[in-house]
């Protein structure tokens, strides 16, 4: 069965510093698809990337980036530069391929505040 | 402009009351989920539709039914047997035909429950 972990539940940071979310997931799965969404206060969860289990190059978008390290079964969502816009809770989730109803099994999600 | 729409935004229930989430989508999607969030957790998944007319348990289906009479419409009930109905409920939609397995689910704005 697949498993995704997001162990810090809470972060707080100052403006204009970086931080990392991490997630870990379990699957026994060789082909599986990985997902970032972002939840803002109002309440609808935004996506953010999707990344497969093959392609193990990082990805950057602006002022976000993405680690994938199948050796670990992690993949980690850095933001540089943090904005008070970024304060939300972050969702990382797992998909196995072939999956009845393209089902996603998400992390417990991690709560960053941004500090002015 | 495409998206999914969920009414109402707040919802009151009354003991022993069954209430109806409404959520319609333009994005001629196949899929669509609901899922239920509780202050502080991740996302569990409540139903899935993969096609018109045919739905299926998620992880937490007791206490609650679904129809899936137009493509476009997944409404969920809460009926008066589920005990604990006061969360944040998403709906959510993706593409799911040959070829596009996989993909990023959307979600509406949320309706939450509160028990009067």
């Known amino acids: 069965a697949q498993k995704v972990t997001q162990a810090q539940t809470e972060i707080s940071v100052v403006e204009k510093e970086d931080v990392t979310l991490d997630c870990v997931y379990e699957?026994?799965?060789?082909?599986?698809?990985l997902f970032w969404y972002k939840q803002p206060p109002s309440g609808e969860l935004v996506f953010l990337i999707r990344?497969?289990?093959?392609?193990?190059q990082n990805e950057i978008s602006g002022r976000y980036s993405w680690n994938f390290q199948k050796s670990t079964s992690s993949f980690n969502f850095t933001i540089t530069a943090s904005q008070v816009v970024d304060s939300a809770v972050y969702f990382c989730?797992?998909?196995?391929?072939?999956?009845?109803?393209?089902?996603?099994?998400f992390g417990g999600g991690t709560r960053l505040m941004v500090k002015p | 402009d495409g998206g999914i729409t969920q009414s109402p935004k707040y919802l009151f229930r009354k003991e022993g009351q069954n209430v109806t989430l409404s959520c319609e989508q333009n994005?001629?999607?196949?899929?669509m989920y609901w899922y239920r969030q509780d202050p502080g957790q991740g996302l569990r998944l409540i139903y899935y539709?993969?096609?018109?007319?045919?739905?299926q348990k998620g992880d937490i289906a007791e206490g609650y039914s679904v129809s899936r009479e137009k493509k476009e419409s997944f409404p969920l009930t809460v009926t008066s047997a589920q005990k604990n109905p006061t969360a944040f409920y998403l709906c959510?939609?993706?593409?799911?035909?040959?070829?596009?397995?996989?993909?990023?689910?959307?979600f509406g704005d949320g309706t939450r429950l509160s028990i009067l």
């Open positions: 959510a939609s993706s593409s799911y035909s040959p070829g596009t397995y996989n993909q990023p689910q959307h």
């Open positions: 699957t026994r799965d060789t082909t599986y698809y």
């Open positions: 990344r497969n289990s093959f392609d193990e």
């Open positions: 989730a797992l998909s196995e391929e072939y999956n009845a109803g393209n089902m996603l099994t």
């Open positions: 994005l001629n999607h196949d899929a």
């Open positions: 539709s993969q096609i018109v007319n045919d739905f």
